[in-house]
């Protein structure tokens, strides 16, 4: 299995719950497909730069997850046509031992 990091952007009009049921269906994908959930963080809501589909804010959630690399072309498909999704990233997770795994916010040190 190989580590990956994914980054969700969800329509803030379509999450009623401010994306608690989708991050308990992503963990439950995640399972099922064999692999295992790291971490969850939920960044909260963000404005866009640029507007987004007319939207010009999202919920932003960042996925540390464990997957075999067979099975990542399942989740992207799976949450492609999902209208709860803006934008999506999954890349390869290799982040260096000495920066922290948490985002840290302007203006904090």
């Known amino acids: ?38 971490s969850v963080v939920p960044m909260g809501r963000r404005q866009f730069t640029y507007e987004i589909d ?20 399942d989740i992207k498909e799976k949450y492609k046509l999902d209208a709860r999704v803006l934008r999506s990233l999954t890349v390869v997770y290799d982040r260096p031992a000495n920066v922290p795994a948490e985002p840290v916010k302007l203006g904090e040190e």
């Open 54 to 73: 007319k939207r010009r804010a999202g919920l932003y959630f960042n996925f540390i997850f464990e997957v075999a690399p067979s099975k990542l072309a």
């Open 1 to 38: 299995m190989k580590k990956y990091e994914a980054v969700y952007i969800l329509d803030i009009r379509r999450a009623d719950d401010e994306g608690a049921a989708f991050c308990r269906e992503f963990e439950e994908l995640i399972g099922s497909l064999g692999g295992k959930m790291e």
